[in-house]
């Protein structure tokens, strides 16, 4: 079987990948895996889901041989066009024309219409999501740090061994500089803890949020294939335990904030979920602790 | 599609686990979904597989539509009778006639004919297999403790909210008795530093190592499907940092040890990873610590 030009297309990011994500042009493969998907959705039948979460509105779209995920109706403004303007601030070092909540409707908009594509294309396949997920999201937060990430942490070698620890992605800007620790995930579902026990041992290492963890998330909806119902499926409860007794996270950023754990805000101690274009303008503000 | 005889076995099994491991006729339903797991392996063809694990033979079971999982041919010792020998002498309430490393060969026989048996029976199911050896690992410790498990912990509500959270498998004989934590998995592979976690959370709602931490495992083996390769995966390093910095697991029990575990309990600090069989002798000389 061919294999699908949008496939190719991700095939060329992990070349682009490869390379590094500050230089190049992954930026651009960016827009055409955006503009690719747009058009296979428009192929596509769009169909109202039953969304069972309050204020929100859900939609997938339908091919010949499957559904797609659900897809948050309000955060959905499929335009390739805001992308690249987003993107030529980027390049010229700065973010004027967005506020966060347009930032975060944009980065939704582009990565959950590869999501949608792959799952019209190939049935089951979570692995594509995943990976064009971290890639997208440690673009973004690789631009704004000003620095490549890495996915391994050394570890100090008092038995000769010089080991290194595979991590999800590190940021590290350099001397005194913020450090961040950003597992990056489609969802968190009943892995979430990982989320915390890798905290926890970088914490060990290092020293208690040497390296501030800020996972990125972009959503928790479950889409029941028989009764067309949407949910999202939140343990806020499990989160405070995991907060209070493995590790701190500093925030948890969503790009489609599930609302129970939005909740977890406003209640003390808070557990901060915040919409990742928030990172974008908080990161110089944030500190342990 | 009608539902196979075994996997009606394992529906009567789910049945009997909801009156509890202690009462009912949980064992003779073991000896029937064994008996019944070696006929349908008898009607497949046995392969012998090339094994990349030193000093470890492994075959697999072929059947019409697809191949079974690995089996570590040194410790497959297909024979009902041993089981159910090893049953009654249970009921009698003490083993007399087996050492470890038997009642090690006896388990793991009856866990992985099931296994490679739905293997055969249908795709890509890892559910069925991991909840059968849940239950069967569950039982022979519950036995051996003399209480039924529990899956989840009571957390002391400060707030008011009576939470109780989800755990593993939690053996607690009564105040002043050893208690156990007892994550049970057919494999850990990425997913490892869970049981790390829950053992943190457990230490930090109840006290380090109040429950001692002895998650059981079945195996780690890979079998490639097209070069008919088996390979352990393991990684040694990693679960040295995860003892070291976030919990300490008392022991890691293995029904198929892999190597590259073993020799950690040759190491300083000790790691001590054992057959399972040991801890149905060594259970009353565990201390925290």
New interface residues.
């Given amino acids: 079987m061919l294999r699908h030009s949008l496939l190719l297309l991700f095939d060329e990011l992990k070349k682009q990948v490869r390379k590094g994500l500050l230089t190049g042009q992954i930026g651009d493969v960016f827009s055409q895996i955006y503009a690719e998907s747009l058009q296979l959705l428009s192929s596509a039948d769009r169909e109202e889901l039953i969304s069972r979460v309050f204020g929100k509105r859900y939609i997938a779209f339908c091919g010949v041989a499957r559904g797609s995920r659900a897809i948050n109706a309000d955060l959905f403004e499929p335009d390739v066009t805001l992308w690249t303007q987003l993107l030529s601030e980027m390049q010229t070092g700065e973010i004027v024309s967005f506020n966060s909540d347009q930032i975060n409707r944009v980065l939704y908009s582009l990565a959950i219409s590869f999501c949608a594509s792959v799952d019209l294309i190939k049935e089951g396949d979570q692995q594509t999501p995943g990976t064009f997920f971290q890639y997208f999201v440690a673009f973004i937060v690789a631009w704004r740090l000003g620095v490549e990430p890495t996915t391994s942490i050394q570890?100090l070698s008092i038995d000769q061994?010089d080991?290194r620890?595979?991590t999800d992605f590190i940021f590290n800007p350099g001397p005194k500089q913020r450090k961040f620790h950003v597992p990056i995930k489609t969802s968190s579902r009943e892995?979430s803890?990982?989320l915390?026990?890798?905290q926890?041992?970088i914490?060990?290492?290092y020293g208690v949020e040497r390296f501030m963890g800020t996972p990125v998330m972009l959503a928790e909806t479950k889409l029941d294939k028989a009764s067309r119902e949407v949910i999202e499926i939140c343990l806020p409860?499990?989160w405070r335990?995991?907060q209070?007794?493995?590790a701190r996270l500093k925030r948890i950023y969503y790009l489609d904030i599930p609302a129970a754990y939005a909740r977890l805000n406003a209640e003390f101690p808070p557990l901060e979920v915040r919409p990742f274009g928030d990172f974008l303008f908080e990161w110089k503000d944030l500190t342990p602790g």
């Fill in positions: 570890i061994e080991t620890l595979p892995r803890i990982m915390w026990a890798h926890k041992l914490d060990g290492v409860e499990q335990m995991y209070l007794y493995i």
